[in-house]
């Protein structure tokens, strides 16, 4: 859970309101090495927030992130310290996360340096950096390494960012919308490689994303986040091919083309944001339900109660939070739930 403090002014504007944002509320879900995990959802709903905390960039306001089930709960603790080598960020914009007055070379050599991969030789620091530039398909790597971030193309720069971070030696790799700023052309091709690292190395990958048709093409299991709060998950087919929470499946039919993976523009104009109004604030967040105001289906219980996660079908860990598939709901003959 992370709640912001209002600044200042606009607290006094809404006085009557808790001077706090929900950005992120009870999220929960555990990663494992060798899949994609996807978060998706507009933006504004929490999913970069998420990939902040899980980074550390940030303190939660409430819960825990753990590794191998150790807490890291102490800041700056022995827990903490081997958490943050081993699980890297990669972000949007990588021409924003590379320093343009440095080559590939420091950038890359500083990551082995921090995190002690690079050797005890010169020839060890070379061999390091050839290994990791061949990783991200930046070859022969002689090419890259002396050349500075405005030299190379969107997607060049998102494979040195991507080796940055694989100079750690991570096992968790906490992507946020790492393809949506490339080329369409060029989006596969990087998704392609993350594929391809996810299995020879073993990569536990968290794909946050607004394009839920990408979801279904990269990633193993798919978590739909809304207004801060996750609202349903389970395996990416079934959660893009049978999706049962009503916000999924406005999300899927106001997608531009769910076979294409490429997505809208940026974080603010992907498809998913032309649904039926608009998401609400987190400052005051709708009670129950935060879907509620929006939702074809509501009844007067969604307002009132926060639904749980509930289990759809006989998908395993296919859930969805909605009261429509509460059993008590069904024997209350209200609406029935929709069809897939
Ligand atoms: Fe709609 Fe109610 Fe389900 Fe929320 S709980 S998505 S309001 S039916
Ligand atoms: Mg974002």
Not at 19 to 26: E, L
Not at 137 to 157: A, K, M, N
Not at 208 to 229: K, L, N, P, Q, W
Request: aromatic share 4%; hydrophobic share 40%; proline share 8%.
């Amino acid at each position: 859970t992370k709640h912001f403090p209002v600044r200042r002014r606009l607290r006094d504007l809404l006085s009557r309101t808790p001077a706090v944002v929900h950005a992120v509320d009870d999220v929960s879900f555990a990663l494992r090495r060798g899949q994609v995990t996807a978060l998706v959802g507009e933006s504004g709903s929490g999913k970069s927030t998420v990939a902040r905390l899980l980074a550390q960039l940030h303190p939660r306001t409430a819960g825990d992130v753990r590794l191998h089930g150790r807490s890291t709960r102490v800041r700056g603790g022995r827990a903490f310290r081997a958490y943050v080598r081993r699980v890297q960020l990669i972000l949007q914009d990588p021409f924003a996360s590379l320093n343009p007055v440095h080559t590939v070379r420091y950038h890359l050599t500083r990551s082995l340096r921090i995190h002690g991969n690079a050797g005890r030789t010169a020839a060890d620091l070379d061999r390091a950096l050839a290994d990791l530039l061949t990783r991200v398909r930046l070859t022969p790597p002689e090419r890259f390494l002396d050349v500075f971030p405005h030299e190379l193309s969107g997607g060049q720069r998102q494979r040195v960012a991507i080796a940055r971070a694989l100079g750690a030696n991570p096992e968790v790799l906490l992507a946020d919308e790492p393809v949506s700023m490339l080329d369409v052309s060029i989006r596969l091709g990087v998704l392609n490689l993350l594929q391809d690292l996810k299995e020879r190395l073993r990569l536990a990958i968290l794909y946050i994303t607004h394009d839920i048709a990408s979801a279904r093409y990269f990633a193993d299991e798919t978590i739909v986040m809304y207004a801060g709060r996750m609202v349903e998950g389970g395996d990416s087919e079934t959660v893009t091919q049978q999706p049962a929470h009503p916000y999924t499946r406005l999300l899927i039919s106001s997608a531009p083309d769910p076979d294409r993976i490429t997505g809208g523009g940026g974080d603010g104009t992907a498809g998913g944001e032309r649904g039926h109004g608009e998401p609400p604030s987190l400052i005051r967040p709708p009670t129950g339900c935060r879907f509620h105001p929006r939702c074809p289906h509501a009844m007067p219980r969604c307002a009132a109660e926060l639904p749980p996660r509930l289990t759809i079908g006989d998908r395993p860990g296919h859930w969805a939070a909605c009261w429509l598939y509460d059993p008590a709901t069904a024997a209350a003959d209200a609406p029935a739930a929709p069809d897939a």
